[in-house]
């Protein structure tokens, strides 16, 4: 069983930074690809990056720019940097992290409980 713990959410203004980490327990992180969703009320969760393995990083296009997600799989930890932020990042932030044993089994998904994020204007 894997959990994860989210921290560094927070009220801060508009062009302002904030990171975001997820502190992972147990031994399948650095064979896992780490994702960070978002969740504003009222809309659906979106996937707002996610890096592989290896280190590779995806952004959806609305946070390309402004965001940076990374990884020390020393630490189980996967961050989330954030800067020039927006009133439209508002939302509850969550960690998932998705482990595939082979190509051909089911993934295990697991998420963090989530860290609200509020940018004021």
């Known amino acids: 069983q894997v959990q994860l713990v989210e921290s560094g959410g927070g009220l801060v203004q508009a062009g302002g930074s904030l990171r975001l980490s997820c502190a992972a327990s147990g031994s399948i992180f650095s064979r896992s690809t780490m994702n960070w969703y978002r969740q504003a009320p009222g809309k659906q969760r979106e996937l707002v990056a996610a890096?592989?393995?290896?280190?590779?990083?995806n952004y959806v296009d609305s946070v390309k720019g402004r965001f940076t997600i990374s990884r020390d799989n020393g630490k189980n930890t996967v961050y989330l940097q954030m800067n020039s932020l927006k009133p439209e990042d508002t939302a509850v932030y969550y960690c998932?992290?998705?482990?595939?044993?082979?190509?051909?089994?089911?993934?295990?998904?697991?998420w963090g409980q989530g860290t609200q994020v509020t940018v004021s204007s």
């Open positions: 998932n992290l998705d482990y595939r044993a082979s190509w051909y089994t089911t993934p295990e998904r697991y």
């Open positions: 890096i592989t393995t290896g280190g590779n990083a």
